[in-house]
C-alpha cells in the first residue's frame, strides 16, 4: 500500500508536467479520492490507508493538507511509488486534470462516500467525518477500470462537461 503523502507529491508533479502549472489544493484532494476510487475498482484494494474527510468542498485528506502549500508537497518524505501506481495514478491526472476544480467538485458531490461522510450536516458546516472505504467500494461499483486507456470515458464525464 502507498503511502497519501507520496501519491500527493507524484499528482502535484505529473499534474505541473503536464500543464505547466500549479495544481490548486481543491483539484488535488479530489484527484486523491479519484485515485482511490479507480484503484478500488480495478484491483479491489485501496492505494493508501491514509483517510480522506467529508468536508464541505468534498473529500478531503487531513494528512496532504498539512503539507500542501502553493502547489506543492513541502515534506521531507522519501520513497517511491510503484509502477503500477504511476500507472493508475497516471491516468486519473490525464482523464480529470483538464476539469476544473469546480466541476471535479460537483462530481465528487455525487459519491455515496461524501453523502455519507456528510449526514446531519447542513450543506456549509464544517465535517470531519471519514469517508468510508465500504462507500468509496460501492462508487467503485460505477467504473469501468482503465477506460481512458482506450478512449472511452464515463458517464459523469458528460455530467462535467
Known sequence: MENVLLVAKYICDLYYANSGEKIDELK?????????????????????QEAMQGWVHGP????????????EMKMDF???LSQDSKILIG???????????????ELSHKEISWQNSRVGLS???MGQEELKIEDIRKDSEK?????????MYYDEMEDAE
Do not use: C, M
Open 91 to 105: 491516468g486519473i491526472v490525464e482523464k480529470y486534470g483538464g476539469i476544473a476544480s469546480w466541476k471535479l467538485r
Open 28 to 48: 488535488l484532494h479530489k484527484l486523491l479520492y479519484f485515485v482511490q476510487r479507480e484503484s478500488l475498482a480495478s484491483t479491489n484494494k485501496p492505494l493508501f
Open 78 to 80: 522519501l520513497g517511491n
Open 123 to 125: 450543506p456549509r458546516e
Open 143 to 151: 467504473v469501468r477500470p482503465f477506460d481512458y486507456q482506450w478512449g
Open 60 to 71: 478531503v485528506s487531513p494528512e496532504v493538507r498539512k503539507y500542501f502549500y502553493n502547489g
